[in-house]
T-cell receptor
Framework: RKEVEQDPGPFNVPEGATVAFNCTYS??????FFWYRQDCRKEPKLLMS???SGNEDGRFTAQLNRASQYISLLIRDSKLSDSATYLC????????????FGRGTSLIVHP | NAGVTQTPKFRILKIGQSMTLQCTQD?????MYWYRQDPGMGLKLIYY???????DKGEVPNGYNVSRSTTEDFPLRLELAAPSQTSVYFC????????????FGEGSRLTVL
């Protein structure tokens, strides 16, 4: 089993839709979790950290489920500009601070 | 504030040639990383460093070497380039720990023919 797994998609949704992505991780000792956004042919950039209690940033909501070892990202009222690849990142496995990336989930928002 | 700077942005190599990808950061970060990203795939860790003079292998180190003589610089050396090394290479840095955001360079697109 891969350390961090994501459905690569693509998720193809109309503007205004709500879409959710999940990411599962294999190491129960993992301590911190993030969502990064990567636009085509660009470098990844931090979208948001994921906190144990869940957190929200505008239209974006991230949640952590430690019991089932997954994190989720919910995007409400999708915009064309949300089209990108969303990378799940996990840190802190086995005392290591080295980030491990999932392969990313592609989102395409169409008019 | 420049952040993480990578050079070159594009390069074409012939099989067997060698080259160095340069990476420098001006944020005084202790941790630096080299990742490669193949089309449609996630980032795979090649090498990382937790401070000047300290380097360690990541998931896919074969065919690469690194050095970390200063906090700012973390060059990646490709010896005897092979077509399998055609990829986009990203350098990144952070302050370490569990909460440090990763800052990436713009990437270096390498083609080996």
């Amino acid at each position: 089993r891969k350390e961090v797994e994501q459905d690569p998609g693509p998720f193809n949704v109309p503007e205004g839709a709500t879409v959710a992505f999940n990411c599962t991780y294999s190491n129960s000792a993992s301590q911190s979790f993030f969502w990064y956004r990567q636009d085509c042919r660009k470098e990844p950039k931090l979208l948001m950290s994921v906190y144990s209690s869940g957190n929200e940033d505008g239209r974006f909501t991230a949640q952590l489920n430690r019991a089932s070892q997954y994190i989720s990202l919910l995007i409400r009222d999708s915009k064309l500009s949300d089209s990108a690849t969303y990378l799940c990142v996990v840190k802190g496995s086995g005392g290591s601070y080295i980030p491990t990336f999932g392969r990313g989930t592609s989102l395409i928002v169409h008019p | 504030n420049a952040g993480v700077t990578q050079t070159p942005k594009f390069r074409i190599l012939k099989i067997g040639q060698s080259m160095t990808l340069q990476c420098t950061q001006d944020m005084n970060h202790n941790y630096m990383y080299w990742y490669r990203q193949d089309p449609g795939m996630g980032l795979k860790l090649i090498y990382y460093s937790v401070g000047a003079g300290i380097t360690d292998k990541g998931e896919v180190p074969n065919g690469y070497n690194v050095s970390r003589s200063t906090t700012e610089d973390f060059p990646l050396r490709l010896e005897l380039a092979a077509p399998s090394q055609t990829s986009v290479y990203f350098c990144a840095s952070n302050s370490g720990g569990n909460t440090g955001e990763l800052f990436f360079g713009e990437g270096s697109r390498l083609t080996v023919l």
